[in-house]
Structure formats: C-alpha cells, structure tokens
C-alpha cells in the first residue's frame, strides 16, 4: 500500500480488522487495493523529487461504503464517499481517516492513456467529482468485474476493463480539470475546452484551433502531443461524447442512434461502433448492459507481477 505507509485501527480499544477482505494485485500497468476495513487511520508519506518514482503515475481513488477523509500534504483536504470518483498524485503526503466501515479501489496506474492529468501537481495533487448516478452504477459494475478478472488472471478481459474505467473516470472529471485549465491559464487545458465545446461543429480541426488560439501547426502540436496528438484527440473526443449521449438516451430507437452518431460526424452507427470499439477495445454497447464484460475478449494468459507503489 506505498512504501512507508502505516495503517492501525481508529479505536483505541478495538484491532485494525478486515470487514471482507484484502486483495492487493501487481501488474504490468500498476498496482490495484480492494480493501474492506474497520475504521482505520492511514498515513503515506511524500515522495522525494529525486526518486524513481513513476512521473506519469495517477492513482484513481473510489470508495463504495462509508467515507474516507484524505488530507494531501497537510493542507488539501477530499472526501471520498460513494457516487465520487477522486484522482490523485502519487508522490504527495497522504493522511486519511475512515471513521465507520469503508470499502474502496485504490488503482494505481502507471501511464494512463485517456487521463488528463495535465492539472495534478504538488499544488493542486488531487481533484474530485460527485458522478451522475447511471454512470455510477457503470463504474461500479466495471470495478467489480475488474476484480473478477485480476483474481481469475484473466489479462485481456482486464485491460479492456481497465481503458473503460479510465474512459469513465475521465468524463467525471473533465469538467472540473478544464475549470482548473482556465483559472490557471494553461493553454493545452484551454484547447481541450475549446474541442469540447465546438466538438459537434463539422469545421473543428487543425486550422481551426490554430486561428482561433493564434498559434501555428507546429505549436499546436507540440502543446498536444501529450494527449495523443491533435487528430488522436479529436477523435478520442468524439467517440466518448457521443457515446456519453447514447448513454443518457436510454431506450432509444435506432432511427435516433443514427441521426445522434451522424450529429458528431460519423457515418453510421457502425462506423461509429467499429472506430470505438478500435479505438478503446471494447464495443461501446457492452457498457450499456448489465454485464459489462458479457462481450469483451476471454483470453487467460496470466499477467505478469512487477511491485510498483
């Protein structure tokens, strides 16, 4: 649980006890705590800038009963509770206090694909978002399959989980980490608003952004290369907003599936289907249903175990 952590119980009369149980896996792509504790208290400390410590390194915080109080460096405070998605850095001072029974996810994720974590830093080294309640009950479906497919070593199943649940967490988060990019002035979190935005006009491009924020090709790129690229990143957001929408529309008939998907500039519904499920690994149908997994590959070669946090 981090190098140096402590954990002793709350009370001073009552052992630190398992509620459930404790399921800590390593894998190639970072570390990943199911935990179900009596009250607790928790302490990490920082990590030195010096260190080999993991740069592009994000933890994605869930608890899913009670609430769980994190102080980060001795001054940022979160609380952390159902129906709340929190990402953090990995290197900050961690002190957290669960005052009732508490059941969470801690994933630690090495270098995350979709995350915007462009805002995180020593000074801002966590941000929270309460999450409408469909997407919720996603997430919390994707988790628990997640932990299926850790225990079984099931490696294909879980990386495709992983990419949905980092795609979930991300779209919580998004208008919050482009609230940060605008107070902070920072120019990439400023194009990001700006696709967001114009994400259904059929002129967003290259040449678009370059004259609305004055900048030429060879800067744009460059102030973007970290996500991907500018046409990786276009496309990205086009397939998770429409998808977005398909998810709140439920019950729809496949007429209005085909005007929505052509609405963000796809073909057809397949084309739309085929783009994501190429681009994420995982067809976008899957996340609607109750079994999230119910499509997703089955291979079972086992992961390979690397410590990490």
């Known amino acids: 649980m981090g190098r140096l952590a402590s954990i002793r119980s709350l009370s001073k009369s009552t052992a630190f006890t398992l ?32 260190s080999d410590n993991e740069s592009n390194a994000v933890i994605i915080f869930l608890c899913f009963e009670g609430e769980i109080i994190q102080t980060f460096n001795g001054s940022t405070v979160c609380r952390a509770r159902p129906g709340k998605v929190t990402m953090q850095t990995l290197d900050s001072e961690v002190r957290s206090t669960a005052p009732a029974n508490a059941k969470f996810l801690t994933a630690v994720i090495k270098a995350p694909e979709t995350l915007s974590a462009s805002c995180l830093s020593a000074a801002n080294p966590v941000i929270d978002a309460e999450v409408a309640p469909g997407l919720w009950d996603i997430i919390v479906r994707v988790v628990t399959q997640l932990e299926k497919s850790l225990t079984l070593r099931e490696e294909g199943q879980f990386l495709v989980l992983l990419k949905a649940l980092e795609v979930m967490v991300d779209q919580a988060l998004r208008p919050r980490f482009l609230q ?20 259904r006009n059929p002129l ?37 907003c429409c998808f977005d929408a398909i998810r709140k529309s439920p ?58 946090a």
């Not at 940060?180 to 994400?199: K, P």
């Open 204 to 240: 967003l491009s290259v040449d678009l952004l370059c004259g609305h924020f004055n900048v030429s090709r060879a800067t744009l790129y460059r102030q973007m290369a970290h996500l991907g690229g500018v046409k990786h990143y276009l496309l990205k957001r086009r397939l998770i």
């Open 19 to 50: 509620v459930d149980k404790l399921s800590v896996f390593n894998t190639v792509v970072g570390q990943f705590i199911f935990g179900h504790f009596s009250p607790w208290e928790y302490h990490r400390p920082g990590v030195d800038a010096g």
């Open 180 to 199: 940060r990019g605008v107070n902070a002035a920072d120019r990439a979190l400023a194009y990001q608003h700006f696709v967001d935005q114009q994400i």
């Open 251 to 308: 019950g729809v008939q496949e007429a209005f599936l085909k005007i929505l998907v052509k609405s963000y500039h796809f073909k057809s519904w397949g084309d739309f289907r085929s783009r994501y499920e190429k681009h994420f690994g995982i067809d976008p149908k899957v996340l609607l249903t109750q079994d999230p997994v119910s499509a997703a590959g089955n291979t079972a070669t086992n992961l390979i175990d690397i410590p990490f």
